[in-house]
């Protein structure tokens, strides 16, 4: 239902003037009522243009008839005065920013005695223009906000959006997506952080917000907030061995260069900080007789053993700053094979 006045309690009829079949208003009420059903998938949005005129009335005891016109304020002729109904009628859209009021003086005339002494009388009509809403509110960055939040962070404000009807509209802000991770003040725009992100649960938060104007009628833009969680490492790498391991390996291992074991780990953080690296340290008895290939993990033997015993330490660091690391011990027993029989050293 729309509504309107003029000030002077003088009757109102209400009209859709723009070209619509899907609704019809009552002329005397201002009610509107949809009378055709709407398909969304081929309208989704209706605009309607109303008119609200009144009439100018005016009495004569002669029982002469009266002729209306409008003397002064009609600022670039936006309103048309019946001449016999004294009906008011506005002839196209009004633009407050140019002309925000007008004051019209309005007279009526009998027509006298066979065109002599012709009586008239004046009244003035003030209309005030109110602001409407012509187009939805722009957000700035063309409605898309990117952002990185470090996991666990505690800061508040990740980032402010804004938006605008260029009309000084009062604009209310809201997020539409449900989550348990941010809220917006309304007012402002400004998006806070409200719970600890976790990027091994979380690694992108989606947000779609709205931003609103007073209207009349009320309208809305979207924009949409991505979250991006950066990494922290919070995670050391895991060895598939926990304390330590043995094997037992030949001399032809030695001579050959086989790989005699590989070190597996794995880091739950992402990019460098779960990258992981290999190293060996404290080879007793020979520093030189093993090496470790720092990606993959393999441990491969070369030269001549020495010794029947070797015990070395296997690091796994990722690539954190700090980096994180663990180790376990590896033990290598070194057996020869004569004649068709497993021998170990003594």
Not at 167 to 184: C, G, L, Q, R
Not at 244 to 259: A, E, I, N
Not at 328 to 336: D, E, I, P, S
Request: glycine residues 6%.
């Amino acid at each position: 239902m729309v509504s309107a006045s003029d000030g002077d309690d003088d009757e109102i009829t209400y009209s859709i003037a723009s070209a619509d079949d899907h609704f019809a208003i009552n002329a005397n009420t201002g009610q509107i009522d949809l009378v055709k059903s709407l398909d969304r998938e081929n309208v989704e949005e209706i605009r309607l243009v109303v008119w609200a005129t009144d009439n100018v009335n005016a009495s004569d005891v002669d029982s002469a008839v009266l002729t209306f016109s409008i003397v002064s304020g009609n600022t670039a002729n936006a309103f048309s005065l019946m001449s016999l109904s004294g009906e008011l009628v506005l002839l196209g859209s009004l633009d407050r920013e140019t002309t925000p009021s007008y004051e019209l003086v309005i007279e009526v005339s009998d027509g006298g005695i066979d065109g002599d002494n012709v009586l008239s009388a004046s009244a003035t009509v003030n209309i005030t223009v109110v602001d409407t809403t012509t187009s939805p509110p722009q957000f700035d960055n063309e409605g898309v906000y990117r952002v990185n939040v470090t996991e666990e962070s505690t800061r508040t404000n990740i980032v402010t959006v804004s938006a605008s009807t260029g009309n000084d509209d009062v604009i209310t802000y809201s997020i539409t997506t449900p989550n348990e991770y941010f809220a917006i003040n309304a007012n402002t725009g400004q998006i806070d952080l409200v719970k600890a992100l976790d990027r091994e649960s979380v690694q992108e938060v989606r947000l779609t917000v709205q931003a609103t104007d007073n209207g009349p009628p009320a309208m809305s833009a979207m924009a949409e907030v991505l979250v991006s969680v950066v990494d922290i490492n919070d995670h050391s790498p895991v060895l598939a061995v926990n304390k330590y391991t043995s094997v037992q390996v030949t001399t032809s291992d030695f001579v050959s260069g086989r790989p005699v074991y590989r070190a597996q780990a794995t880091d739950a953080d992402s990019g460098d900080n779960g990258t992981v690296r290999y190293s060996l340290s404290r080879i007793r008895v020979d520093p030189d007789a093993f090496v470790i290939d720092e990606e993959s993990g393999v441990v491969t033997p070369r030269g001549t053993p020495v010794s029947r015993f070797y015990v070395m330490v296997i690091h796994a660091k990722d690539g954190g700053q700090p980096p994180r690391s663990t180790y376990m011990h590896l033990f290598v027993k070194v057996c020869r094979y004569p004649g068709g029989g497993w021998f170990c050293l003594l």
